[in-house]
C-alpha cells in the first residue's frame, strides 16, 4: 500500500514529534506532509526524510508564531489532495486531518487530541490572559472552526487515541468511537539508580508554556521551601523565574543524554498540567521515580494512586502543596515502578500501530470504510 504521513507541523519538538519519529521509522518509504517545517529547530536527522510542506511555510515569520495564522490551517490542509495514496495516516493535534483522499483513500488519524484552542477555549483564554475584547473577537472565528473540525473528522474513516480521556474527547466532540493505542515511550534509556543516589529535590521536565502549570509547582515548592529542579525552557520562563524562591533551580536544555540520570536521581516527578497522555511521567517511573500528577487527562491512565504516584484533585497551589507535604517516597518500590512503565514501551506502540492499519487497509479493501 502506498501511504502518506500527515503532521500538523514541525518548528519544536515535544511528545507529539517522538510519535512522528516513531511512524517514519515504521514506515521510512513515506513521505511526511506539514504545515510548516523549520529545519533549523527539528533534528539533524530529519533533513534526510521526504518533507513536503504546504504553502503556509512561505508566510512571514510563522516557523515562530505559528498561532498567528490560526484561521489558515483548515483552508490549506483542505486544499491539500492526497488522493494519490492509499492511506493517509495522520497524526493531528491540530488541523492536519482536514486532508482531502480519494474515494480509494483510506485514512487512519492517530488522535493526539481534538484541537484543544477549539474545544477548549475558554480555558484557553484563561491560560493566554485574553483580554474580553480579544475574546470576543475570537469566539465568531472559534465556532467557525468547530464546524470545520467537525466535518474534516466525519472524513477520516478511522479513530486512534492516546488515553482514555482523548477517546472520551473524540466521542464527545466529533461523535466517533476509537481505539486506544498509548504513544511510544523509550523506557530502555531509564533506569534505576542505588537509593543513596536519590536526591532530596523534585523535578519537572517540560516546555515552558502556560498550560503546563509548572506556575503550581514553583508556587507550592517555594511556599514550603522545597528543592525543585525544572528543565526545559520556553516563553514563560522569565515568568516563572519571577515567580520563584531560593529552592527552586531552572536547570535549562538538558541533552538527552543526561535526561535518564536526571529523572533517576530526582525525589519525585512533577506533573501538574492537564495533558492528553503524557510521556515524561512514564520515563519517570521507568527511571524508578514516583509522579505526583494533576488529577485528570493522560496521568489517569499511568499513575496509580498509592501505586506508582499521587494524584492532586484541582490544579490549585493549595491541592499540590498538599500532597507534596502527604508524600512518603519510602511508599514506593523502583521495580515495581519500572515495570509498571513498561506497559508503555514504544515496541507496543509500534506493534499496535502496523497491526491496526494492515487490518483496516484489509477491511477497506473488503467494503468496510468506517469505524
Known sequence: MKLALVHDWLNQVGGAEDVLADLVSLYPAAPVY???????????????WDIHTLWMDR?????????RYLPLYPLAWGGLDLSAYDVILSNKSGFCHGVRGGPETLHVCYCLAPTRY????????????????????????????KRWDRRAANRVNHFIAISVEVQE???????RESALIYPPVETGRFAPVAADEVGDAFLI???????????LAVRACTELGLPLQI????????????????????????????????????????????????IAPVQALAAGRPVIAFAG???LDTVLPGVTGELFAEQTVDSLRAALV??????????????????????????????????????????????
Open 297 to 299: 487527562g493522560g496521568a
Open 231 to 278: 528543565a526545559g525552557q520556553g516563553r514563560d520562563t522569565d515568568r516563572l523565574r519571577q515567580m520563584a524562591g531560593p529552592t527552586v533551580e531552572f536547570l535549562g536544555f538538558v541533552p538527552d543524554d543526561e535526561l535518564p540520570g536526571l529523572m533517576a536521581r530526582c525525589k519525585a516527578f512533577l506533573f501538574p498540567g492537564l495533558e492528553d497522555f503524557g
Open 205 to 215: 521536565v517540560s516546555r515552558h508554556i502556560p498550560y503546563k502549570r509548572i506556575d
Open 326 to 371: 502527604a508524600f512518603d517516597p519510602r511508599k514506593y518500590d523502583p521495580a515495581r515502578l519500572r515495570a509498571h512503565a513498561l506497559r508503555f514501551e514504544a515496541s507496543l506502540f509500534r506493534q499496535g500501530i502496523t497491526a491496526y492499519v494492515e487490518q483496516a487497509w484489509e477491511d477497506f479493501q473488503n467494503g468496510k470504510r468506517r469505524v
Open 59 to 67: 508566510l512571514p515569520g510563522i516557523h515562530t508564531h505559528h498561532q
Open 118 to 145: 477549539v474545544w477548549q477555549f475558554d480555558a484557553y483564554v484563561q491560560r493566554e490572559g485574553l483580554s474580553a475584547a480579544q475574546t470576543a473577537l475570537l469566539r465568531p472565528l472559534i465556532a467557525w472552526l
Open 34 to 48: 506539514t504545515s510548516l517545517y523549520d529545519a533549523a529547530r527539528m533534528p539533524a536527522a530529519w533533513r534526510g
Open 169 to 175: 474527547r473524540i466521542r464527545r466532540y466529533y461523535g
